[in-house]
């Protein structure tokens, strides 16, 4: 990857040239990327001194975290529910425990410390892109005891390789501020996204518990419906966060036109409004291609909805229960978004916007990594973690909102733009082309902000998620946008 991971500091001075043009379905909106402006991003750093054992906890940590959630998702459930394929959009639950183990080895304990393979014989088992999900089940895949024992194995060897790692880099970019490790810690956490998604496709009796998210706050009934978004530059994307992945990088000036936010994500009962007044059945909202879905498909509500007379329940992790008006809207596809905001007056935000709502604090003209600021998610921030099985009720967190006023922009859903995945101007693949590169096109759509199910060491104000625009099985909903007039822009 690129010289100088390592040495990045907290200001960066990438110019970028071009222009760059996104398409949404208003039409076409250019985003000038500015000549001769330095990007400004905060990011906090320890002191020198300190630098290698606070990467070291970290990296421990995450690591923790990660296996005990992924444990947490497999261990509530006997052998052949682990190897039952629960949708043919999912793998089943122990070909995720595996492939976590096994990405470990290659690319951590491998490639990040130089040390032989622990078993080189399962890597074809578990290589994600030569087994499509629908037929791992028919794989001669590791028994759930085997996976359980072959993924400790590997963390033990990954732990000597954190003790025995210099996060200099030196000849091994990988090791650099400890990225390796950030890395597969983003990976099984990614994975244990996927798999709480698995849960959430199962049928059969809960196994899953959590506690409840935090009720509205007492000012959520006044906040305004939209919060302004003045024109200016802003500073998109990152060269100083040490675990960003390649597709975040590099930190680059944008300058957006003025706009109009939602101050939080569309709520149920926002979304139930739609569908009563007729949403899905008139093609006027939809995309051409999403109308075609639509019909083909045959949707009519969110994935998990059904009707009860004159209301909504919902399945959630083997419970049915109320649709909660108040709480975001989620398991709509982007086509669903898109429609929805047409039928509302609006659009879906671009990803530029998104960010630049999320990070861009015009008190000091910086871009910092969340909405609040550079301190990591507490839970007082945001939504996030596993901690609830469900988003919270619109308004929540008032401690993690953003400056310009809006909320919940981390964590409770993951929110559509409609944006279409591209690399930022001197985009570099590392550590290799499949991570990112291979998936930069018009087919996806660009997520941002992350849900319940992601955790912090995979959500920052940078992260960009990308799935196709029929996908429902996500933690995905959204917020809408608007044009800010030209008086208001000023
Ligand atoms: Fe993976």
Redesign the pocket.
Known sequence: MTAGRSSETTETTETTGTTRTTKDMEGTRTMRETRHVQPRETISEPAPDERHSVIRAKAAAALETARRRSLALTDCLDDDQLLAQHSPLMSPLIW?LA??GN?EDLWLVRRGGGRPALRPDLDPLYD?FRHPRADRPALPLLAPDAARRYVHDVRERALDVLDAADFEGGENPLLADGFVFGMIAQ?EQ??DE?MLATHQLRTGPAVLDAPAPPAAPHDAGGLPREVPVPAGPFTMGTSADPWALDNERPAHVVDVAGFWLDTVPVDNAAYADFIADGGYADPRWWHPDGWKHRQEADLAAPLFWERDGDTWLRRRFGRTEPVRLDQPVVHVSWYEADAYARWAGRRLPTEAEWEKAARHDPADGRSHRYPWGDADPGPEHANLGQRHLSPAPGGAYPAGAAPCGARQLIGDVWEWTASGFDPYPGFVAFPYREYSEVFFGPRYRVLRGGAFAADAVACRGTFRNWDHPIRRQIFAGFRTARDAAPEESR
């Open positions: 995720d492939h976590i990405q994600a990976h990614q994975h996927t």
